[in-house]
Nanobody, 123 residues
Framework: QLQLVESGGGSAHPGGSLRLSCEVS????????TGWFRQAPGKEREGVVC????????DYTATVKDRFTISRDDAKNMGYLQIDSLQPQDTAVYYC????????????????WGQGTQVTVSP
């Protein structure tokens, strides 16, 4: 059973930073694209950023491009999302998801999802 487990969420003040982690139970992480998505209260889940199996980055949300950094450590089967200069509008549940090789702009193209980790940004 393929599993994804996010961690690293929590409460932070505006201007702070958080590093979210996604542990993936697959044999070869380097054959999977890892995407990060978020869902704010009362809103639809939106894509944030994705990194393909080859390391190509796809930014889903231009407004956060300069503050969000995606990375991966294939040897550890881990994906990461570094969030800097946190803003209250970053408050959401953050999810990681994987699909074979390439990123996709469609959430439905990702068959495997984690349970999410809450990020709350407030003064």
């Amino acid at each position: 059973q393929l599993q994804l487990v996010e961690s690293g969420g929590g409460s932070a003040h505006p201007g702070g930073s958080l590093r979210l982690s996604c542990e993936v139970s697959v044999l070869r992480m380097d054959t999977w694209a890892t995407g990060w998505f978020r869902q704010a209260p009362g809103k639809e889940r939106e894509g944030v950023v994705c990194i393909s199996a080859s390391g190509e980055v796809m930014d889903y949300t231009a407004t956060v491009k300069d503050r969000f950094t995606i990375s991966r450590d294939d040897a550890k089967n881990m994906g990461y999302l570094q969030i800097d200069s946190l803003q209250p509008q970053d408050t959401a549940v953050y999810y990681c998801a994987i699909r074979n090789y390439l990123c996709s702009e469609y959430k439905s193209a990702f068959p495997h999802w984690g349970q999410g980790t809450q990020v709350t940004v407030s003064p």
